[in-house]
């Protein structure tokens, strides 16, 4: 027979309790993490969030909470009521912080049974993550999933504390809006009411945040969820939640003040202190010294060595490997990765053609240290010299092929940088640049990554697309570019790769945590933009009539940005995957197993919207 609860209230957490309470009459509640029958005394390890604490059910003082306790099994929902009492010296465990006291039981009360859990909270070997994903609530009671959804939560609280006190208001945008391209697909809600027509579910509240500005707020922000339809990845959700912010009159440094700010105290709230100002680095920088525009900053940057090399000996290098003088020579290095064999090198590219997974490289690999400083003694020294090369690390040089395929320098730099990444992660166990260190200076590294391209050529559309988002404004200075070239969007060689947005991304160790911009707050800028983008009047106004009118009445230069809270929580847990940050994730297959979710629905639902499931 299991028990009423009543009007027994607890009194402490299970993790609460300590010497000082020798003596005090508790009443706890929790689950049965553990159970140790002694014959005469039943021992009943009691868990809730907060920890456990290890109780004491004594036949001789209490027959009737002995004979209940032989029934218990792991999961069982107890109330427990007896009086603190401390360990003998012998029996302390130190590995938790109740360890120096139990509770002795005056009454037990069974307020639920369980049944044999396919996994229990407390194993240290897990199953497969589609069990765990399907009994998520089974899975939410393990130490280190509690442990992770605290931290979303203080996290979370850190930075509504701070953007609060800096004068931004909380304000929700709405979750059933209009669908607009934004560069992900839209999840679609069908209307009953306006049979034929649907609201989209937002990929973020851009263009409402915008309305609040020129509504008058000045400063807002939201934790807001935001939802694409898109393909996952190990830090992608289908539905993922931002800090979202705008503010008006801002300059970038505004922005970027502020969201140094909130992360300081959100790290602090995870109990690590890191330092503003974040370093800061142009996107054309970042793609030249890392190929990549989110560098991972653990591990040292490329060097063009060129710098290193007289105009004569640049000229016999490039002759003597047939590689392009006028693209970088990027030294790539990893420290303290030691000698590698022959073969690993071989696996690399030996003096010869790098073919990356991507496909087929133009890229041009030396990667042997020894036969290049025994080819080229004094060209080798400088090299190493210049690129601050230590003893035991391992470096290559890469450059363009001569007599490859016609390609940028932004393309090269990007493959070296695919490369970089690559030997990071082979040789991660030798570099240890990876490893948590204690020490928040290296193990987190901030960067703020600035004036990115305003336009990206799409090969398959042949054209040029807003590479933010189109109402990013640009450098003034860029205008009479845009002007100059507002009717060359399918011109794949266009002077529109030479614009520059004023738009930022904030990245940590690699990971691109958010992304912003200054706005358009003109409306004639931002026809302008529209027509670069080859969108007509009518067409802008189709779209965005509702945000083009609205721009007409008084907008203020505003700005802001999004950033990722499911990623934040994802890197200062240490963990591998959003999954283990969100409470209820969906699969690779955007399924939820433990709801079952999506499934059909009946066609008396699908008649009233006026839907028909092709087959």
Aim: charged share 30%; with cysteine.
């Amino acid at each position: 027979m299991l028990d009423f609860l009543g009007d027994l209230k607890r009194t402490h957490m299970c993790g609460a309790l300590r010497l000082s309470d020798a003596g005090k009459k508790a009443v706890l509640m929790g689950w049965v993490n553990r159970r140790r029958d002694l014959g005469r005394i039943i021992f009943v390890d009691l868990r809730d969030r907060t920890g456990v604490t290890q109780v004491v059910v004594n036949r001789e003082l209490n027959t009737v909470a002995h004979d209940k306790a032989s029934s218990l099994r792991n999961e069982y929902v107890i109330a427990v009521i007896g009086t603190v009492k401390q360990r003998d010296s012998d029996t302390i465990n130190k590995n938790i912080p109740t360890g120096e006291v139990e509770l002795v039981v005056d009454e037990l009360r069974i307020l639920n049974e369980s049944k044999q859990p396919p996994f229990l909270p407390g194993e240290t070997v897990l199953p497969n993550e589609e069990m765990r994903l399907k009994y998520r609530y089974i899975d939410l009671r393990r130490d280190v999933m509690q442990f992770n959804i605290e931290m979303r939560h203080k996290v979370s609280k850190a930075i509504r504390d701070f953007l609060s006190a800096q004068g931004f208001f909380e304000i929700e945008t709405p979750f059933m809006t209009r669908s607009t391209p934004e560069g992900a697909r839209d999840y679609l809600v069908p209307s009953r009411v306006q049979p034929g027509s649907f609201y989209a579910l937002p990929q973020s509240p851009q263009m409402f945040k915008q309305i609040l500005m020129i509504s008058g707020f000045d400063k807002y922000f939201q934790i807001v969820r935001c939802f694409r339809d898109e393909d996952f990845r190990a830090d992608r959700q289908a539905e993922f939640t931002q800090i979202d912010l705008e503010m008006t009159y801002p300059q970038t440094d505004t922005v970027w003040g502020v969201v140094e700010g909130f992360l300081k105290a959100a790290f602090k709230a995870a109990g690590h202190e890191i330092k503003t100002p974040f370093p800061r680095m142009s996107y054309d920088e970042a793609i030249r010294r890392y190929g990549n525009d989110k560098p991972d900053m653990r591990l040292p940057s490329m060097v063009d060595v060129r710098g290193a090399l007289t105009p004569a000996e640049l000229e016999e290098f490039a002759t003597k490997f047939r590689v392009r003088k006028d693209f970088p020579v990027q030294l790539i290095r990893i420290p303290h990765a030691g000698e590698i064999s022959g073969t690993e090198r071989r696996t690399i590219g030996s003096y010869g053609v790098y073919n990356h997974v991507q496909g087929p490289s133009f890229v041009q690999l030396m990667t042997d240290p020894k036969r290049f400083a025994k080819d080229y003694p004094a060209l080798s020294e400088n090299i190493v010299k210049f690129a601050g090369v230590e003893a035991d690390d391992l470096w290559l040089l890469a450059a363009a092929r001569a007599e490859g395929a016609e390609q940028s320098v932004q393309h090269f730099c990007e493959k070296c940088g695919f490369l970089r990444l690559d030997l990071a992660q082979k040789y991660a166990a030798k570099h240890k640049a990876f490893e948590k260190t204690g020490d928040p200076a290296k193990d987190f590294r901030f960067l703020w990554v600035s004036d990115f391209p305003m336009f990206e050529w799409d090969n398959n559309e042949k054209r040029w697309n807003p590479a933010h988002h189109p109402f990013t404004t640009l450098h003034e200075e860029d205008m009479a570019k845009l002007e100059a070239n507002n009717d060359s969007v399918h011109d794949p060689k266009s002077p529109l790769v030479e614009i520059r947005a004023l738009a930022y991304d904030v990245v940590l160790n690699g990971t691109e945590l958010g992304s912003g911009s200054i706005s358009i707050h003109r409306q004639d800028i931002q026809a302008k933009i529209f027509r670069a983008l080859g969108m007509s009047a009518e067409e802008a106004r189709a779209r965005f009539g509702f945000f083009l009118e609205a721009l007409e009445y008084g907008t203020p230069p505003h700005g802001g940005i999004a950033l990722g809270l499911d990623r934040i929580v994802m890197i200062l847990a240490g963990a591998d995957s959003l999954r283990e940050v969100i409470p209820f994730p969906k699969t690779a297959r955007a399924v939820d197993l433990m709801v079952d979710a999506p499934t059909p629905v009946s066609e008396a639902q699908l008649k009233e919207l006026g839907i028909q499931i092709k087959r």
